[in-house]
Structures are given as C-alpha cells and as structure tokens.
C-alpha cells in the first residue's frame, strides 16, 4: 500500500471527527467504554543498517601493522506483523489507548569483498635474518542472513467518532518504546601465527552474531476507520507512523561458521575484544498500515 493511500486513510479519519448535521442522532454502532482491536500489519519503509568492522590481524607472538575490515549490510524488506490493543473510554468520545506491535524483518544484503593486510616480521632459512613481509588478499563475501525483531509499546490519547448506522473511527498519538534484537551472519574476522621455519598460518573466519537488545522512544500518530459487521463487531483499518531515535544494538560474536577450515580456532570472546564489531544504527521511522477486528465490550 502506497504512502498516498496511507496518508488518505489518516487524513479521512481525522476528517471524520467534525459533525454532519444530516446525519441521525443515535447512530447504531456501539459506543462501549472498551474496545479491543488487533490484526495483521504491513511496515515499511526497509530496515538498512550496516556493520563496518577495522582491526589489525593479530600474529601470535608479534606486533603487527596491517588492516583488515569489510562492510557488512543490514537490510530488511518490508514485511508483515502483527498490532493489537485496547481503547479505554471515560466519557463517549476521549479515551486512553494501549498499543502493542511486533515485527520480525528477514535480513539480506549484497556485501562487497572482506579485504585483509598483515606486516609482519619473520626469520626465514638458511640465514634466519629478520625481514619485513606483506600478506594480503581480498576474499568475496556472502550475502547478508539474519533476522531482527522489534517489539512496539504505546500509549496514545485517543478520539472517536461515529458517522451514520455502521461507520465509526478514531484519531490517536503519544508516546512510543521501541526494542528491537537479532541474530545474522557472517563477520569476517583473520588472525594469523608463525609455524615451523617461520611459515606463515593464516586462519580466515567467518562468524555469526548477535545484535544485543537495544531500546528508544518516540512519536507516534495515526488514525483508523471502522464498519460494522454485526452486534459489537466490526472490520477495521488502521494507518500509524511511529519515528524516534536510532536503535543501535552491540554486535555480540557467536559461533565461528566454518570451524573446518581454522587452525588453532581462538575463543569467540578473544574474538569479540580483537574484532571489536561497531553497533550499527537502525531507524526506528515506521508507517504501518493494518487491516483487522474490532470488539466493542
């Protein structure tokens, strides 16, 4: 659904606030002090965020100079979650509204390749002189995998209004708590050691991560439109955006991903402090657009 569409949604219902003189009365939807709402939601725009990683390759036994980093991107489509929630009324028309969401994103992204440098130092036969050497390689990457989930809490004053025998609706805003987590893979991580005659070893991995609960608060507004289907129920559209400050989860290493292709593996925490992964930055903007039920109690 397009932000047009949406936008026509909210400014409909806020337009539905102001009276009709021609309109009955008593109009025969239920003005009940609570009513109970949920359905399935789409979110957009795209979550993008990016993981861009620079370290120096260790070499055990050695200080080293060198570089070694990669780009790793975040982006997750549009996709489908779910929103529910109550309205609690003091009088006919202004209330208090509870609003809980939640969306699961599949992640994806195209990663240019993870580049490695290392200066080291080594004594090689026959003379076993210290000379300076340069290894260095540009490895392609795998696409992005993963998943984030992002719980939203919310609470909005509230208004409604009722037009003829079926047609009712409400304008909402306040507050809203955003956290979101996740898990994907692969970070690209390279460490190195001297063997025998000073051979150089150099183990290449690849990691999978988490991104640790991260939270933020904002802003949300929108509006709903209802019809009556019968008795105290009712089919409902609803249009919300919901902006705030950046999520920026940490980025945790988790299990190494290709163990058979290491030698001498180190700890994922060693991992964690020589790696040192940044926290990428998430929006939290979100227009999210619902189709569901509505009970009226």
Known sequence: MSFRVCAALILCSCLGAFPVAAQPATPAVSAGRVEVWGGPTVVAPRMSGQIATSFVPPLSGQTTTGEAGQVLRLDGGSTVGFEGGANIFAGRSIGVQVLVAYDRFDLGGLNDPYAMRLDYTSMQPPDYVPRQFTVQQSLAWPDTTGTVQQWTLAINGVARWTRGRRWAGSVSAGLAYFNVRGTGRSLGYSEAFLGG?????????????????????????????????????????????????????????????????????????????????????????????????????
């Open 197 to 297: 005659h000073s051979v150089l070893f150099l183990n290449d991995y690849k990691m999978s991560f988490d991104l640790d609960p991260a939270a933020s608060v904002g802003f949300n507004a929108g509006g709903s439109v209802d019809v009556l289907l019968a008795g105290r129920l009712s089919l409902l559209a609803d249009a919300r955006y919901f902006t705030g400050a950046d999520l920026v989860p940490a980025v945790s290493v988790r299990d190494i991903l290709n163990p058979d292709e290491v030698l001498r593996p180190s700890a994922s925490d060693q991992i964690q402090r020589n790696l040192h992964p940044p926290a990428p930055s998430l929006s939290a903007a979100r227009l999210r657009v619902m189709i569901g039920v509505k009970v009226r109690l």
